[in-house]
């Protein structure tokens, strides 16, 4: 069984970051292109996921963006936050709050760099805790 996985734009840069050869980040985005993992996505992600990419600091080249976000596109569920959702912790970082919402209304796992700005939650891992269990 295949898992769903919701990558925060932390992530995302640092697999790009390695080359996508090396290092927890790196490894599950090569998950995703191998069919191991499921990214879920929401419209809301992937433009904070393009906006960051494309920020001239990282330097990445536009046809680099173009495919891993692509790849994710084409490989990954694309959903939103579910209208239902009741009582939602806050996240230490309001910019994560899409995140966090997304993983409650999916029940996917959410891998980042930096837990602390999360509620605690069994969904939520590093890239290493996730590679661990």
Known sequence: MRRYVIMDTNVVVSAMISHMDRGNPARLLSDIVQQKVIPVYSAELMAEYEEVLRRPKFRFDPR??????????????????????????????????????????????????????????????????????
Do not use: W
């Open 64 to 133: 680099d963006i173009a495919m891993v976000l692509g790849k994710i596109r084409s490989l990954g569920i694309c959903a939103e936050r579910l209208p239902g959702l009741t009582f939602v912790p806050e996240c230490g970082d309001a910019d994560d709050q899409p995140f966090y919402d997304l993983a409650l209304s999916t029940d996917a796992l959410l891998v980042t760099g930096n837990t602390k700005h999360f509620p605690e939650d069994k969904r939520i891992f590093t890239s290493g805790s996730y590679y661990v269990k």
